[in-house]
């Protein structure tokens, strides 16, 4: 990687570089956003009125406060309740059986005979008596109330721990993105996979390149534009590399390594799709940023198969290794490529094909499906393993490159 930018860590929220200012990501690596609100009309009224989502997306230790909360200044509002009913009938100066609440005699056991009641525990020494109706009222007030929090709490923790977040961090995808060879095309791609044995269905993968423009009056434009993926629905049961073809109509069809390493954008990549044990929909998010797009290189092959079952190795999750790959752009790789002269045969040798057998070829390797390249191993022999140096220079195939690309190319 070329000196100018640094290394970026899966957890910084701004990249570096030495001859530009810091520029903070859009999208953090791990799918939050990085938007702050200033200046929201009506706020508070707008969470206090969808109270229930509010208490789902605030912090726990947060939420524990506010339910300790509920339930102690109820037993208190309650307790002050019947310590003014036990003053205004006279109970704390009577000794005999017309009272309102036996052994009410001080606000200490009005608070405890509230939360007695509330949490219907009924020690046995206080009770209500059949001698002031207004205390009963108040009793089946509170225990109305009771049951409300008790609904609300249990709901407001269930729901939080049933969460699509939670559910979305194991799906990650890899750290970096690639570009190299495809089929003679030149490619971007990155991967996705789901760290849990539970298969996810309907799943779909986008991705949005993210450009901030700066105008002179001082306005910032955010501008999205949409890259088109090869196979954009995916059946997540084994890590799968997403790929995009770099075709004219894509953001990066002019784009030549040097321009890459110039260039001011983001890559937002996502994942949508449903859990088959709950139903939920989830979305898992992640960023690149231009020093986070390695040239020349390819995602190293992480499954392998034996007799009885497919191996998915993680440890090569975001493992590369590099290939040749030249060094211009796709419109200028497609030039030269058009410009190469056609090997010359013999009349014997083979037949020429003709224009409609080569237009059929390619339509069919349009439609191809991208393969998965697997590994056949022994159950009763131990699995090769090798370091990223070592595969790099023995176990990968590098993809050939056209005749008349000089090695300044490159």
């Not at 196979?231 to 004219?248: F, G, S």
């Not at 939920?280 to 007799?307: A, C, K």
């Not at 094909?353 to 009763?380: C, F, I, R």
């Amino acid at each position: 990687m070329h000196k100018q930018y640094s290394s970026v860590s899966p957890t910084e929220d701004c990249v570096k570089t030495q001859n530009g200012p810091k520029k903070y990501r859009y999208i953090r690596k791990e799918g939050s956003c990085n938007v702050v609100f200033r200046h929201v009309p009506e706020e508070w009224l707008l969470f206090v009125t969808d109270i229930f989502t509010t208490l789902v997306e605030i912090r726990w230790r947060v939420m524990f406060l506010i339910f300790a909360l509920s339930y102690i200044l109820s037993w208190l509002f309650f307790g002050i309740l019947y310590w003014v009913i036990a003053l205004a009938h006279g109970d704390m100066k009577k000794h005999t059986n017309d009272i309102c609440v036996y052994e009410v005699r001080s606000f200490t056991a009005a608070f405890l005979f509230s939360l007695e009641t509330q949490t219907t525990i009924g020690y046995g020494f206080r009770g209500m008596s059949e001698n002031c109706m207004t205390a009963i009222i108040v009793v089946t007030v509170q225990d109305v109330i009771s049951c409300f929090i008790d609904t609300f709490v249990i709901g407001i923790v269930v729901a939080k721990m049933a969460s699509a977040r939670k559910r979305a961090q194991t799906v990650g995808f890899s750290n970096c993105a690639v570009i190299n060879l495809r089929d003679g095309y030149l490619c971007l791609s990155w991967r996705v996979g789901d760290f849990r044995r539970n298969h996810l269905v309907e799943g779909t993968a986008h991705a949005h390149i993210v450009r901030s423009v700066a105008h002179a009056t001082g306005n910032t434009d955010v501008i999205f534009e949409d890259l088109v993926i090869q196979q954009r629905d995916i059946v997540l049961v084994t890590p799968t590399t997403i790929v995009h073809r770099i075709e004219p109509s894509s953001p990066l069809y002019k784009m030549s390594l040097v321009d890459l390493r110039k260039a001011d954008f983001e890559l937002v990549v996502s994942f949508t799709y449903t859990d088959d044990s709950t139903g939920m929909l989830h979305q898992t998010r992640t960023s690149y940023t231009p020093n986070e797009i390695l040239w020349g290189q390819l995602f190293q092959e992480m499954i392998r198969v034996s007799r009885r079952h497919y191996r998915v190795d993680y440890i090569l999750f975001n493992h590369t290794t590099k290939v040749h790959v030249p060094e211009v752009s796709t419109e200028e790789y497609e030039h030269k490529k058009q410009l190469r002269p056609c090997p010359q045969h013999s009349p014997r040798s083979y037949p020429l094909p003709s224009a409609g057998s080569q237009q059929q070829n390619h339509q069919e390797n349009l439609l191809k499906p991208p393969m998965v390249t697997v590994e056949l191993v022994n159950d009763t022999h131990p699995e090769p393993t090798c370091s990223t140096s070592q595969a790099d220079n023995q176990h990968q195939d590098t993809p050939t490159l056209p005749n008349d690309l000089t090695s300044q190319d490159i």
